[in-house]
C-alpha cells in the first residue's frame, strides 16, 4: 500500500485508476453464444448480486472492463409485471453499460415471459439470465432460485418461455443441487440446454452450503465436458491464479466473481488482463482504493439521494478500507456515516494518519 511522504490527504478526489487497460485486448478464441448474437472478448463475468451490481456499481466497473459480461441484480418477475409501486431502479443502464445480462427470478411462465418482453423492450440487454441457485428461503418457499432445481419440468418451461418470447440469448445460472443427496446439475444443465439456455454459469456449492466454503471446482469440468453451450465457473475464484486455475485444468469457457469484486470494482479488469497476457497488474494502492470509494459514494448519492445514497454505501464502504494499521477502526466508523462530509472527513483523516 502507498504511504508517501508528500501524499496529499485529499489525494483521493483526483486519483483514478485505469491502470494500462485502456486498450483492452480481444481474445484469441471468443465466447460464441447463441451463434454469435453475443460475442465475449473477455472470460471474465461480473456475478449478479442484489444490493451490490446496481447501475452504480457496474460503472466503476465498466472504467477498467469495457468487454466483460456484466449482470444486474436479481429483478422479480412478478414485481416487474405487478407491483405498481415497485422501485424501478434497478432496471436503469446506461448506454455504456455492454454486454449486460439482466437477471430475472420467477417461477410462472407466463410472468417471467412477461418480464423478459418489458425488459427487452424497454432496456435492451445483450442478455437475460434466469436465477435457479438462490439459496434465500425468501426466494425458495416462493419457487423460485434454487428451488427451480427440484423441478425440472417447471425450470424447463420457464426456460422456455423466456427462450420463445425474447430474441437475446437466455442465460440460466444454477448450484450443484439442493444438497449433497441431490448433486443433479449435469442433468439440470443438460435439461436447461435443451429447453434454450445458450450459456450456463454453476455456482459450484450446493443450496444447503448457503455460501460456506467447500466449492467443487472440478463439478464445473465435469458440467462443461457434458455441454455444447458454453459453461461459465462461479464459486470462490478471487485471484488471477484461481482463473487461470479454472480455464487451464476445466477447459470453462469463463469465470464469474462475486464477492472478490466488492470494495474491488477493478478486479474483472486485472483478471482479464492476467488471463489474456500472462501479466500480473499491481494492485491499487490506498489512494485510488480511496478514489474508487469516493467516485461510488458520489454515483450513490446522484442516484439516490445523499440521505439514502450514504446508507447503502455503509456495506460497501468498508471493502474499500484495508491494508494499513488502523483500518479496522475506520471499517467501524464507516458503518455509521450519514452524509458525504461524513466520508470525506474520514478519507481525510486515513491519508493524513499515513503521512
Ligand atoms: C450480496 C450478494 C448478493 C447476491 N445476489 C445474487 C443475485 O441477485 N442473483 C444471483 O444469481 N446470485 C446472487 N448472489 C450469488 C453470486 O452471484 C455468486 O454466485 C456467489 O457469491 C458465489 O460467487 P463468489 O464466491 O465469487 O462470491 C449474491 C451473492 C452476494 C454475496
Given at each position: 500500500m502507498m504511504t508517501t511522504?508528500?501524499?496529499?490527504?485529499?489525494?483521493f478526489q483526483e486519483e483514478t485508476f485505469t491502470a494500462s487497460m485502456e486498450t483492452p485486448q480481444a481474445l484469441a478464441s471468443p465466447i460464441i453464444i447463441d451463434g454469435g448474437k453475443v460475442v465475449l472478448q473477455s472470460q471474465v463475468v461480473l456475478a449478479p448480486m442484489a444490493g451490490v451490481t446496481d447501475i452504480v456499481f457496474r460503472g466503476l466497473v465498466r472504467k477498467t472492463a469495457p468487454q466483460s459480461l456484466i449482470c444486474t441484480e436479481m429483478i422479480s418477475s412478478n414485481s416487474l409485471v405487478y407491483s405498481k409501486r415497485w422501485d424501478a431502479h434497478i432496471l436503469k443502464k446506461t448506454?455504456?453499460?455492454?454486454?449486460i445480462a439482466y437477471q430475472l427470478a420467477a417461477h410462472q411462465e407466463e410472468i417471467i415471459a412477461a418480464a423478459a418482453v418489458t425488459i427487452c423492450e424497454k432496456h435492451q440487454p445483450n442478455m437475460l439470465d434466469i436465477n435457479m441457485g438462490c439459496p434465500v428461503k425468501k426466494i425458495t418457499g416462493n419457487f423460485e432460485g434454487c428451488a427451480l432445481m427440484r423441478d425440472l419440468e417447471l425450470a424447463s418451461r420457464l426456460i422456455k418461455a423466456v427462450s420463445s418470447s425474447v430474441d437475446v440469448p437466455v442465460s440460466v445460472k444454477f448450484r450443484l443441487g439442493w444438497d449433497d443427496n441431490s448433486k443433479n446439475y449435469i442433468e439440470f444443465g443438460q435439461m436447461a440446454q435443451e429447453s434454450g439456455a445458450k450459456l450456463v454459469t454453476l455456482h459450484t456449492r450446493t443450496r444447503s452450503q448457503g455460501y460456506k466454503p467447500g466449492v467443487d471446482w472440478e463439478a464445473a469440468g465435469k458440467l462443461k465436458a457434458a455441454l455444447r453451450i458454453p459453461v461459465i465457473a462461479n464459486g470462490d475464484i478471487v485471484t488471477p491464479a484461481d482463473a487461470k486455475f479454472m480455464v487451464d485444468t476445466y477447459q470453462v469457457d469463463g469465470v464469474m466473481i462475486g464477492r472478490g469484486t466488492q470494495g474491488e470494482p477493478w478486479r474483472i479488469a486485472l483478471i482479464d488482463h492476467y488471463l489474456k497476457t500472462g501479466e500480473l497488474l499491481p494492485e491499487p494502492t490506498l489512494v485510488q482504493r480511496l478514489a474508487y470509494a469516493w467516485q461510488h459514494v458520489q454515483g450513490m448519492v446522484a442516484y439516490k439521494g445523499e440521505a439514502q445514497g450514504v446508507r447503502e454505501m455503509r456495506g460497501q464502504l468498508p471493502w474499500y478500507v484495508k491494508g494499513f494499521a488502523g483500518a479496522p477502526a475506520y471499517r467501524a466508523k464507516l458503518t455509521q456515516v450519514e452524509t458525504v462530509a461524513e466520508v470525506e472527513a474520514l478519507f481525510v483523516e486515513i491519508l493524513e494518519s499515513l503521512t
Open positions: 511522504k508528500t501524499l496529499s490527504p485529499h489525494a448506454s455504456e453499460d455492454n454486454p
